[in-house]
Each structure stands twice: as structure tokens, then as C-alpha cells.
């Protein structure tokens, strides 16, 4: 998830170049192997949910338990599951026929994914046949223009009437460019809609004097995958916790949508530095952790899936925490750690402003790094996760490149050496850290975690990415923002601004176009059980 980040990171202590010890090259070697296993074609991505997800997770735990960390995941293993809400998906045991013309589905027809979920059936239908050709220049003449917001009010004004079933076609086309969009959260309209392809059509059209006898069943049903976190534990039997944690997951083939590849041939994005860099100095200081003599403290690693389709694991983890996150120190995430530039030396910290303590050993005059701060504890990685639950965090990363969410981010571009001297730094924060009492937190100022914003207008709120029902869900909310001013509250689920309803991340940011700064209008929102309608200026 980290598009386009903001200017992010951190430091204390110099790290001085000089000649590699045995130990270093052993290091290095041992993160190449780990960053080439975890980017090597045969994972396919690491995509959530996948069976390259399952080779990477297996690999990690295999890592942990050669270091003798001891697990932490579910049923004495490693590994923690949880679900990723992957939209809806179509059942057996569709039907849809006008008298003794039957469909066929996916073939003639498919049920809409904001149709009734679950099972619905009728013998008899009142029903309204739109056809999308009517809108074919409505996006020439309103820019504005929106066919699917068109096709829901249309729904409405048919309900109004007591129409009992929706048909959708579309006669200017015969390629069928429609299809069941699985990733559709729009709410339930409360009737069946039905989209008639080409073949569908035709049969339509043939039933011509026995139209009125229109009976279907309809099943939908959540489509669920599931995400696996790692997670090891050294268990010094102290009072408080120290977690590290870095995402392993990555795009697959680009299947989520997410990736930046141009091009029409599917490729597997092998995420070299997003994230196995990451994962490859989890796993090394896994090691070095647990030959070190700090036992002051406990230490949790965390390699988290589902990062990259919006904080899946991370959020999972710290709703289902093996413990609680007042006896947590901090945490420290590494998301992108493998391209150093060789002159530059640049490394982002975030989380800078999350505890009081952090000045003392972040410091940007340092002799080797060039590091540039930010004080957010939130932003387009898992230590927001953490930071929500009012932890210091500290966020690591060397910056973002033209390979980025790319098939091009392969192994032989990541700086090994590079990556070692930052591992270094962050362990001479652990070193540190064992002088120091458990850290105070400090709340930051927000940041908005999809980092690539072209919006003319914002609500400066954070939003769950991982909610699944209709709308989206308030995790945070800025000072002096207009969401602030309006009255919207952390746990407001957002579902409408002005005449634009919008039903998740994607719908909602589309709606935020519409809108120009200083524009006045209205947000709809449900808090608890009660729908509230506010004052919203832009």
C-alpha cells in the first residue's frame, strides 16, 4: 500500500563505511539469499492468499525457527491467519427465464453484485429493462458524469414505482465490456438487478410474448481469502515488548489492481525491495537479536501479509494481539530498506514525533546517512497499525524508484551492503532502547496514508482500508481539516458526500473529484445505528 510516500524517516549514531568484517559478508549473504528466494519467480508475487504467499511464509517460519525464535502464531505455530474480505462471487443455483425461456448464467446474464447476497427467488417480477446505450455521450457533455451512480438513482426511481426486478443491457455494444465486478461493495439496492449480455439479449428479444413471466433465484456470496502472517518471540521474561515488523506480501501479477505496470501481458511483480528487503532484515535481526545479551525487554517479529491490499495483516495482528499494547515498548517497521543510494545515503524515519525519547538517538546530523524525518506516526505501512494503538513507532525506508509496484523490482537491483549498514543503525536502537525505561507516546499529526494524492479537495480523515461493508470507515481524523470542522468522529462510516453516494476507498475518492476547496455542501454518515447527515465545507 505505500503509493507515492510522504517524505518519511529518522536517526541517531553514525554508521562509518569500512572494509567488511567475515561477519558482514556473511550477513550479506544471508540477506541475498533471503531477498532472492522470497523475489524468485516460482513465489509468483507473494500476492495474499496465494500459494507463493504460502512458499514465502513457510520460508520466513523456517527462518525464525533456525534462529531459535520460538513461535507466536496460531495453535503453537508460526503462523497467524485471518480473512481478507476479496468481495462477492456467484453460486451455483442462479436461474433467471421468461416463462420457459431460460438463461444461462455467466453466459446470458449475471446478477449484479449489489443485488440481495445471499439466496432470493420469486416466481412472478414487475421488472425495468434499462439500456446503457442511453448514456453512451452523457460523459461528453457533464464531465461529471457518472454511469454508475446514473444506474442506482434509476433503481430508485423504479422501486418508487413497485418495480420489482432490474435488467440491465447495453445495444450499442456487442463485445459484453460488462462483467461481475467481485470487488463491488455497493450496498444492496434490496431487488434483484441483472445484466443481459449479447447472447442474453437475443434470448430477451425471442421471448418477446411471454416477457411478463419473469422468475429467477439469486445466489451471491461473500468471497473470502485468506492472509497468513509469521510471527517469532524471544521471551526474555520481561515486563515489556519490543516488536519489529516488516510486510512480506506483494502483487502477484497485479491481479488487486494495484500495480503501476503498463503493459497488457501479465507478469509477476516479484517485489524485490517492496518488501523483501524488509522481510531479509527482519529475519537478520531476528538473529542478531537473539545472540545479543539485551534482556531487558522481549521482542516480537512480525512478517505481515495483506499489506499491499490496505494493513490486512497488521490490523489483524493488533486486534488479536498474544498481548497487550500497554506492556508494548515500540515498534519498528521496515517496509523498503534495500535501495540506498550509494552517494546519497538518503534514509527516511517516520514515527520521529511518537515518543519524546526518539531525539535522542534520531538525530539528522549523522556521518553516514543522510536522514530526512518525519515526526507521523501514520502513514502507508503497518506501524500505523501500531501507532493507532498509541505505540511509538518508528518507520524506516530508503525511498521510492521507477520500479515501484512495477514487474521490474527484481533482486539484482537492491544495494546488499546498503541494506546492512541500515540494519545496523536500527539495531543500535535496540541497543539503546535496553538502557531506557519504556518509552512515553506522543500523538502526531496525520498523514494521509495513500501518499499520492492528486485531489483538489481533501476531508483529512484516515480510513480503514481493510472495512468491507458499504461505505468507508473513519480510523482517524486531522486537526483544523474539514472533516474536523464538520463534526465527522473516528468510527463515522462515511457513505455520501452532497448528490455522490460512494460504497468503498475507490468510489469515495472518485466522489472527492466532483468537489473544489472552499465548495459547501453535505456528508452522510452512519454513527453507531443512527444516520447522520452534516455541513461539510471543503
Not at 476479496?86 to 427465464?97: F, H, S, V, W
Not at 498481548?323 to 534495500?338: L, Q, S
Request: a neutral charge; hydrophobic letters at 35%; proline letters at 3%.
Amino acid at each position: 500500500m505505500k503509493y507515492i510516500l510522504v517524505s518519511i524517516l529518522f536517526f541517531a549514531q553514525a554508521v562509518v563505511a569500512q572494509e567488511l568484517s567475515e561477519q558482514d559478508k556473511r550477513s550479506i549473504a544471508s540477506i541475498k539469499s533471503t531477498v532472492e528466494y522470497l523475489s524468485d519467480d516460482k513465489l509468483e508475487g507473494r500476492r495474499t492468499g496465494t500459494a507463493g504467499e504460502k512458499l514465502a511464509y513457510e520460508f520466513i517460519a523456517s527462518q525464525f525457527k533456525k534462529h531459535q525464535v520460538q513461535p507466536m502464531g496460531d495453535q503453537g505455530s508460526y503462523v497467524q491467519s485471518f480473512d481478507v474480505n476479496d468481495g462477492k462471487e456467484i453460486q451455483a443455483g442462479n436461474t433467471l427465464r421468461f416463462a420457459d425461456v431460460n438463461l444461462s448464467v455467466n453466459e446470458d446474464y449475471f446478477p449484479l453484485p449489489y443485488a440481495p447476497i445471499g439466496s432470493a427467488t420469486s416466481a412472478v417480477a414487475t421488472y425495468y429493462l434499462l439500456d446503457l446505450n442511453q448514456y453512451r455521450d452523457s460523459g461528453k457533455s457533464n464531465p461529471h458524469f457518472d454511469q454508475k451512480e446514473a444506474i442506482l438513482n434509476k433503481i430508485k426511481e423504479e422501486q418508487y414505482k413497485g418495480t420489482t426486478a432490474f435488467l440491465i443491457c447495453n445495444t450499442a455494444s456487442a463485445s459484453d465490456p460488462e462483467k461481475f465486478d467481485e470487488k463491488d461493495k455497493t450496498a444492496s439496492v434490496g431487488m434483484p438487478v441483472f445484466y443481459l449480455t449479447a447472447s442474453g439479449l437475443q434470448k430477451y428479444k425471442a421471448a418477446e410474448n411471454k416477457r411478463t413471466a419473469l422468475s429467477y433465484s439469486i445466489k451471491l456470496s461473500p468471497k473470502i481469502r485468506k492472509g497468513h502472517n509469521v510471527i517469532g518471540y524471544i521471551d526474555n521474561k520481561a515486563a515489556s515488548t519490543i516488536i519489529l515488523g516488516a510486510h512480506y506480501d506483494h502483487l502477484g501479477y497485479g491481479e488487486d489492481h494495484n500495480s503501476l505496470y503498463a503493459g497488457t501481458t501479465p507478469m509477476v511483480h516479484n517485489g524485490a525491495d517492496d518488501n523483501a528487503s524488509g522481510t531479509a532484515a527482519l529475519i537478520e535481526l531476528s538473529d542478531r537479536i537473539g545472540k545479543s545479551g539485551l534482556k531487558k525487554y522481549n521482542y516480537i517479529f512480525i512478517a505481515f501479509s495483506g499489506e499491499e491490499l490496505g494493513l490486512y495483516g497488521s490490523k489483524y495482528f493488533t486486534e488479536h494481539s498474544p498481548i497487550t499494547f500497554d506492556k508494548v515498548n515500540f515498534m519498528i517497521n521496515m517496509d523498503m530498506v534495500g535501495r540506498l543510494n550509494d552517494s546519497t545515503h538518503g534514509l527516511t524515519i517516520g514515527g520521529y514525533g511518537t515518543s519524546p525519547a526518539w531525539p535522542e538517538i534520531i538525530k539528522t546530523g549523522n556521518e553516514f546517512f543522510k536522514i530526512k524525518l518525519d515526526s507521523s506516526g501514520s502513514g502507508p505501512s503497518d506501524h500505523t497499525s501500531f501507532y493507532r494503538k498509541d505505540v511509538p513507532v518508528l518507520f524506516f525506508f530508503t525511498g521510492t524508484h521507477t520500479d515501484y509496484h512495477k514487474p521490474s523490482d527484481d533482486a539484482n537491483k537492491i544495494n546488499y551492503k546498503g541494506e546492512l549498514d541500515i540494519i545496523k543503525y536500527i539495531y543500535r536502537v535496540i541497543e539503546w532502547a535496553n538502557d531506557k525505561d519504556k518509552l512515553a507516546f506522543t500523538k502526531t499529526k496525520e498523514s494521509n496514508t495513500s501518499a499520492k494524492s492528486s485531489f483538489k479537495v481533501t476531508l483529512g480523515i484516515m480510513i480503514d482500508y481493510t472495512f468491507s461493508d458499504n461505505g468507508v470507515l473513519v480510523e482517524g481524523v486531522s486537526e483544523n481539516r474539514p472533516a474536523q470542522k464538520a463534526g465527522i468522529k473516528v468510527g463515522d462510516i462515511l457513505y455520501q458526500i452532497g448528490q455522490h453516494a460512494f460504497s468503498d476507498v475507490q468510489t469515495y475518492m472518485q466522489t472527492l473529484n466532483k468537489f473544489n476547496k472552499g465548495e459547501a455542501t453535505k456528508v452522510k454518515l452512519r454513527r453507531g445505528k443512527e444516520d447522520v447527515e452534516l455541513d461539510l465545507v471543503f
